[in-house]
DNA sequence: ATTGTTAAGTAAAACGTTTTATCTATTTTG
DNA sequence: CAAAATAGATAAAACGTTTTACTTAACAAT
């Protein structure tokens, strides 16, 4: 009942020729391989007819060649890391690869855990948007000479392969922005974190708000707290503004913007137009919001297709353990809208 | 320089037992079997020590079982989908299942040869949210054996297990919804497609709207028009409201929520808030949009885990080709926000 | 003393490919 | 005309497992 998948052997037995024809006949070394065009066609239309696709288990197993490629983030369920997972997608199909999504929730022993399993599965590249604490691991996944190329993160003193937002720049555009509109009392809201690209954003915010003679005034919340009672009354306590009263926030990621803007929204609802409002990471409903929001957006499209150009790369290059890893850096792109219309006067 | 996986045979050679041995330990069999104690200790302490993985493509292939399951959607771009993605991952990798995930762009074609593309690595069992035209691809599929769970959509007249929205309940609650609300003229913004999950939304609100004596209103907008101008303006028709003037919408997915909410607004910024608006999909940004949104909320976690639950079923039962197919259907929650509080008079 | 049973283990086939080495005719070359 | 080269193909090993069928030794039963 079951009718097994027709293998090359099935095709041997059928045309009466040998396993090692069809084979080389199938993977296109007919003519250097010296088969007769007659024998070539013959292969090549039974092939066609009964519709034969070769089992890529057993070629996996024998090539040790997977054509899958897998995609390692935070959360797949975060619509950042699910768009830039679309494109990849996408430009991998298009070259015979597939594309495994995993989830880490940024947790180191979830993250080695992943990268030992598809190891074991051979998969053949990894792009990793990589948890605080495995630079070993990704060292060493690296050192077994498979291609790997980190995204969104990476690690200062690890020499790898990334396509990175410029961070600092882009923290550096948003804060500036504010001031250019008028906000001499800027908030930056962080996640507790020693990420290298929040550090930056940080940084960029920081280093401007110094040279415009501000106040600085990093808030960080804790990775856990981000949903929670005390995560808001942290917020609570910077938007009431105990010392000096905050005229504007920059939000450092779209986990925080969402959880915040409701926040003001219960605070104060008038708060939100007074408020001057930026955050890293556009969303289709900061247009629509009113105030509309201004964001800092990350190129999506760019960030997937430098990942993939480094990949292919990789994949094609027999030698990349000796050969210099490749590192992008793309800038954001300022959206302004509403929220950082400075107002004159509340109302 | 390529160190090597160790493999069962490295083992075999280093203890000086037979590789088969080894493969029955490994695999929990060593009691069964009649190995004694000590060549069982022997052998774990070793694969403990050299921390040995059992190559899983070899594996594959000996046992026909990949241990991968993939999940097949519209757009894994898509909140909706990248969220049930991430519920389903979680589960999947518990069990010690991988998922491959693929976009369909709900295109025939391109579904047709990612369910053979899978079949051929081999993959153990398929969820799918299937595009329109693939019944029969999806029928052979099953007949092939292999566990099927389509999501989201259904056929009507193929017997297959499905997790699906009530729809119909679903259009109808958020219909009735408007009308309890005062509102008399509710159209429905639909995008034209016969996918049931769709035809019964439209439905829901016509059999509603027509029990309550009010007027029927579906607009069907194209697939490919939803961002593109000639969708506008069919919108800025039906706002405009030559016959009659509407008083409400329902949005039947979120494809369209964006860009007609940022349409509305376009026309008229007080639209909004005259207009009452209820959409399938919540977002959470419409908790904080201004009015907040109501909004039909779809049980992600229920979908995701009902799902894995039927997948599970199948891969434990042997002979589930003439077992019962196990059909889902999961009710929606309505959540009420200020954009349904009918207002006495616009301002 | 033969037969049967069990304990403890192994050899070898199989999964479906790719690839290396080899083979036989035929043709070319010196 | 013998040696060398080439055309056209194939046998068999290999990838790393699982699994079937077998072996051997020890012991028990008749």
Redesign the interface.
């Known amino acids: 009942m079951?009718n097994k998948r027709t293998s090359i052997k099935d095709i041997a037995k059928a045309l009466d020729v040998s396993i090692t024809t069809i084979s080389f006949v199938l993977n296109g070394k007919g003519e250097e391989r010296k088969i007769s065009k007659e024998v070539i066609k013959k292969i090549e239309d039974y092939v066609e007819e009964v519709n034969y696709?070769?089992?890529?288990?057993?070629q996996?197993?024998r090539t040790g060649k997977?054509k899958?490629l897998v995609f390692m983030v935070e959360?797949?369920?975060?619509?950042f890391f699910?768009?830039i997972?679309?494109?990849i997608?996408?430009i991998a199909y298009k070259k015979g690869y597939?594309?495994?999504?995993?989830?880490t929730d940024n947790d180191d022993i979830r993250s080695r855990e992943l990268i030992?399993?598809?190891h074991?599965?051979?998969v053949d590249g990894f792009i990793i948007v990589p948890s605080p604490g495995i630079k070993k691991d990704i060292a060493q996944l690296m050192a077994?000479?498979i291609p790997v190329v980190l995204c969104d993160r990476y690690f200062e003193d690890l020499d790898t392969n990334y396509v990175m937002l410029d961070n600092y720049g882009a923290a550096k555009e948003g804060t500036q922005h504010l001031i250019d509109n008028g906000y001499q009392n800027i908030a930056f809201i962080n996640i507790e974190t020693e990420q290298n690209q929040m550090v930056e954003r940080a940084e960029g915010y920081k280093d401007t708000v110094e040279a415009a003679g501000l106040p600085v005034n990093i808030v960080a919340i804790p990775f856990s707290e981000t949903h929670s009672e005390k995560g808001k009354n942290i917020l609570r306590k910077v938007l009431a503004g105990t010392d000096s009263k905050i005229d504007s926030v920059l939000f450092s990621t779209n986990y925080l913007t969402?959880n915040c803007?409701?926040l003001i929204?219960e605070i104060s609802?008038s708060l939100k137009h007074e408020l001057g409002i930026i955050t890293f990471d556009d969303?289709?409903?900061f247009?629509?919001?009113?105030p509309s929001i201004s964001s800092i957006a990350q190129p999506l499209q760019a960030i997937g297709e430098e990942c993939m150009n480094i990949m292919f790369k990789l994949l094609k290059d027999k030698d990349r353990k000796n050969s210099e890893t490749t590192k992008i850096t793309l800038d954001a792109h300022l959206i302004e809208r509403d929220s950082t219309q400075k107002k004159k006067h509340s109302f």
């Open positions: 079951k696709r070769p089992n890529q288990v057993a996996s197993l997977s899958i959360d797949i369920g975060n619509i699910a768009k997972g679309r494109i997608e996408d597939k594309v495994l999504f995993a989830s030992n399993v598809f074991e599965r051979q077994s000479d969402q803007l409701e929204n609802p969303d289709p409903f247009k629509i919001n009113s």
